[in-house]
């Protein structure tokens, strides 16, 4: 087979899949009123966390490879937000903290989870969980700090990444799988349920985040942040996977969870934050459109 062959096989069998559901949102919220906020807190309160839990009580991992994750995770999250920032030395303040939220803050549930899930089975889905729920710390914390350039303090951040269910999720998840606590059956079937409901809800909701994506003109923003992003990311995850001698799907999954696009989330750090959401936006839908070849590749390599 050849090289572009199997390019478009992977494209086609783990790609386009995430892509059409994604479009099927798009499309619908155009054509019949849906609320959007409304899907968005049945995932984030229910179906998300229960998709964590369920993965990360399940899984058969060591304690190794949950430091490795920790430290690949907090590290590319600082790399690429350092290097966003440096990219931005030439732009007002606003658009430099615009550039680095959006070089730093990848996708990793909306398309991280069911990429991760397609291409690499149900134990890249319970790797690439872990890295959700860190980035989504990380994110709470250190992307509030950013977007609000300085203005907000580190304990209203904290106070503000406690808030989230999948970091509640995520603890208890690995807590009931490390101390072997059984979960009650009636119980896990419900959480079971929910967690079903999670990767097509977040499709479907990336879509309707996407259409209502407002465009601004601003290569010097989106060129960088999404080269930051998908190109970037994943040659630091190679790097730190070779020093830290990470192999087999560990680094699979590090590597695929580094390439994502830049997070919808994003944006609704920079609008609480009034840090050009239109800008950051903008930077979303370029670099979740682009993600489409260069995950492509990604997958391929791996």
């Known amino acids: 087979m050849s090289l572009l062959a199997s390019l478009l096989d ?39 966390p229960s998709l964590v839990f369920r993965s990360l009580y399940g899984m058969n991992v060591t304690t190794t490879a949950l430091q490795h994750e920790l430290v690949v995770v907090t590290s590319i999250y600082l790399v ?20 680095t939220l959006a070089s730093a803050i990848s996708n990793n549930g909306n398309m991280g989870l069911p990429i991760s899930l397609f291409a690499l089975g ?60 059984p979960v009650p059956d009636t119980l896990y079937r419900a959480i079971e349920i929910m967690a079903g409901a999670a990767i097509p809800s977040m499709l479907v909701l990336l879509g309707i985040q996407l259409s209502a994506t407002r465009i601004e003109s601003a290569d010097g923003v989106v060129w960088r942040s ?10 630091v995850a190679i790097g730190l996977c070779l020093l830290l001698g990470v192999g ?17 989330v994003t944006t609704v750090l920079a609008t609480e934050f009034n840090t050009k959401p239109t800008l950051v ?14 995950l492509s590749v990604v997958l391929l390599l791996i």
């Open 281 to 294: 936006a903008t930077a979303v839908l370029f670099s979740t459109i682009a993600s489409m070849a260069t």
């Open 248 to 264: 087999g799907l560990e680094r699979q999954v590090l590597v695929l969870q580094a390439a994502m696009p830049t997070a919808v």
């Open 80 to 99: 690429t937000g350092l290097i966003g920032w440096l990219l931005g030395r030439d732009l007002r303040r606003g658009e430099r903290s615009a550039l």
């Open 226 to 235: 999404t080269f930051v992003r998908l190109i970037i990311s994943p040659v």
């Open 10 to 48: 992977v494209f086609a069998s783990t790609v386009l899949p995430v892509f059409l559901v994604a479009t099927a949102g798009f499309i619908l919220v155009r054509k019949i009123p849906l609320d959007g906020r409304t899907l968005g807190r049945i995932v984030f309160y229910l179906a998300s």
């Open 122 to 181: 149900e134990a890249g889905l319970a790797l690439a969980t872990v890295y959700y729920a860190i980035s989504a710390f990380l994110t709470n914390t250190l992307g509030v700090i950013v977007a609000s350039t300085g203005s907000t303090s580190l304990g209203r951040a904290l106070r503000q990444s406690l808030q989230a269910p999948v970091l509640y999720a995520a603890v208890l998840g690995l807590t009931f799988n490390l101390l072997a606590v």
